[in-house]
């Protein structure tokens, strides 16, 4: 964040890294409580949602709408050991406070992705858990659960092609791009989502494997779908859109 509206907080067992002026408008929210699920339950201000390897939840603030998302590990074993515990490598190397300036990085350069609230962590000895909040984008859905109800045209298409171009411009690279990661909203703006491990990379290889990655998702995704969902015809379209936001 920037450091005029960034602050690190320091609590019993971690730390919190805030925008201070988003904070401001939950007075009665202690930093660290806001990261608490019963905290906004006791309020009657939460609702589970989504899917995946974090456990998300909506947040309605008394002037905001946030996703509150719990980081958890992916893998069967890794689950199976850790479930939501990382090694501590230092407060750097922390996912939740990476993945919050990477955002404030894309989002002040304007980019389709979430704005980020706060972030924590709580460490215990060598491991530690942690958290991420960012601002919910209004009406847009997974692309996965608008496939689920109907195709979409060509111009969706494109212009999912034309957000990702745009991040791999300005050299992000996506470790999990696929059809749960990106939204749509109703007037058909593209956002992507979930940059836990995204990464700051020269031009290379890693921006084909993004595409084969989303393309593998669709296949998979759209294998449980009626027929006509995801074709051959959709991707062409949204390597159009990609090429063209290239030339730009």
């Known amino acids: 964040m920037t450091t005029d509206r960034a602050r690190r907080i320091a609590t019993v067992d971690g730390a919190v890294l805030v925008d201070v002026s988003r904070l401001a408008r939950e007075p009665d929210a202690p930093p660290d409580a806001i990261f608490e699920v019963d905290y906004w339950r006791s309020r009657g201000q939460v609702a589970p949602a989504g899917r995946g390897r974090g456990s998300t939840w909506m947040i309605a603030t008394a002037v905001d709408q946030w996703v509150l998302r719990h980081y958890r590990r992916g893998g069967a074993l890794a689950r199976r050991l850790l479930f939501d515990r990382y ?8 996912r939740a406070f990476a993945e919050l300036r990477l955002l404030e990085r894309l989002h002040a350069g304007g980019l389709p992705v979430p704005e980020p609230i706060a972030a924590r962590y ?7 858990r942690c958290d991420l909040i960012m601002r919910r984008i209004a009406g847009a859905e997974p692309l996965s659960t608008i496939l689920a109800a109907a195709a979409l045209e060509q111009g969706i298409w494109a212009a999912i092609g034309s957000a990702i171009a745009r ?8 470790a999990d791009l696929n059809a749960h990661n990106i939204l749509v909203d109703g007037l058909g703006a593209v956002s992507v989502i979930d940059f836990d491990r995204g990464r700051i990379r020269p031009p290379g290889a890693w921006k084909a494997r993004n595409l084969q990655r989303l393309h593998r998702s669709l296949q998979k995704i759209s294998a449980r779908l009626p027929a006509g969902r995801f074709t051959t015809t959709a991707w062409n379209w949204l390597v159009a859109g990609y090429a063209h936001a290239q030339l730009l």
Do not use: S
């Not at 090694?87 to 922390?94: K, L, M, S």
């Open 122 to 128: 709580r460490r215990a000895g060598i491991l530690y």
């Open 87 to 94: 090694i501590w490598a230092g407060e750097n190397r922390v």
């Open 167 to 174: 991040l791999h411009a300005a050299g992000v690279d996506h």
